[in-house]
């Protein structure tokens, strides 16, 4: 999905704010695309007297890989998904907020002050949390689109034409739904299905991109696409004709979060930056903006009122639950590294 990317950390850095002879320092963010309004950061930067550096990425795993391949010291914070805070930190990449240190971290909504991937919320705070499934082009296809065969085994009206993600995880996620197995099976036989199926399906996609997932729909380039909920919900905001789905066999749900790295260069700003992020108001700036949901209280009076009734936030009876994506075991991990890299071959 996302091969017009050109690489993980292949993004735009971008200097933002304050003026160097006054600035109290600097901050270093490694970010996804397009999932931060340029106005909050500027906000930030005067408000705190800090040189603002954003880098960014386009999967999870492509975040990963630059920070292990040597950008590990030479950014302050970064914002993985639910899972990867999981892999980061087993892997000591991640620093612990002590506590005392945000101040404002009382105003992280309850069901999410305790998650299972960063207990206690160590290193983390919330960032926005929403799903991953897929955006059908209504112009081009009619029929039931609340089935994971959309993706896997296609109307002939959109073979050919679909779109997918650039990342292993939601893809194969996906692919473990539609075939009703564990995501992190060690199963033989489920393991040859898996890649069966996901070599017998890349003939009916015409991309990889994540960081255009919205923009091919829009353009037409593709019918329909695997997509995060708030890019589908822009891609109508920009006159696509698309319908998000919510398969009957389910569907990833995700939360990314802040994290604090390890040998963060500007601690204190980073720690200040998410303190900033914390309060209702700048984080409800990055809901409006991305389209997803904040893990905030009292975001609720700074909110655009469109965000309730957006047909990505709202499931129909049907729909089969949201899974977030597991954390494998190193060796039943290797064996899907393999399939994901024959199946990008």
Not at 207 to 216: G, I, L, P, Q
Request: glycine fraction near 8%; include cysteine; proline fraction near 4%.
């Amino acid at each position: 999905m996302k091969n017009l990317m050109k690489g993980s950390a292949a993004a735009l850095a971008l200097t933002i704010g304050a003026n160097a002879a006054l600035a109290e320092g600097d901050l270093v963010i490694y970010h996804w695309f397009e999932y931060m309004p340029q106005e909050l950061l500027d906000k930030f930067a005067e408000e705190h007297g800090v040189n603002v550096t954003l880098d960014t990425y386009d999967s999870n795993e492509a975040m990963l890989a630059s920070l292990k391949a040597g950008a590990l010291g030479t950014y302050d914070v970064a914002v993985p998904g639910d899972y990867m805070v999981s892999i980061m930190g087993g892997e000591g990449m991640l620093d612990t907020i002590a506590d005392g240190e945000l101040k404002n971290k009382g105003n992280i909504k309850a069901e999410w002050a305790d998650p299972s991937f960063d207990p206690g919320r160590q290193s983390s705070i919330p960032y926005q949390w929403g799903s991953t499934s897929f955006a059908v082009n209504r112009d081009v296809y009619q029929g039931d689109i609340n089935t994971t065969d959309i993706l896997f085994t296609p109307p002939a009206e959109l073979a050919g034409k679909i779109n997918m993600l650039d990342g292993q995880g939601e893809v194969i996620a996906m692919a473990s739904l539609h075939l009703g197995i564990p995501q992190c099976s060690s199963d033989r036989e489920q393991l040859k299905a898996l890649n069966a199926l996901l070599q017998d399906a890349k003939q009916h996609w015409v991309s990889f991109n994540s960081d255009t997932a919205k923009e091919v729909l829009v353009s037409g380039d593709a019918a329909a696409g695997q997509i995060y909920d708030g890019f589908s919900a822009k891609a109508r905001e920009e006159g696509a004709n698309v319908e998000y789905a919510f398969p009957t066999q389910g569907y990833v749900a995700w939360m990314d979060n802040v994290v604090l790295l390890k040998d963060a260069p500007n601690r204190e700003n980073a720690l200040k930056f998410m303190d900033f992020l914390l309060e209702p108001e700048n984080i409800a700036a990055v809901t409006n903006f991305a389209r997803y949901n904040a893990g905030v209280d009292g975001v609720e009076e700074f909110l655009d009122p469109s965000l309730a009734t957006q047909p990505e936030n709202n499931p129909h009876a049907d729909a089969g639950p949201g899974v977030f994506i597991e954390v494998c075991t190193e060796e039943v991990q290797a064996v899907y590294d393999q399939i994901w890299t024959n199946l990008k071959k």
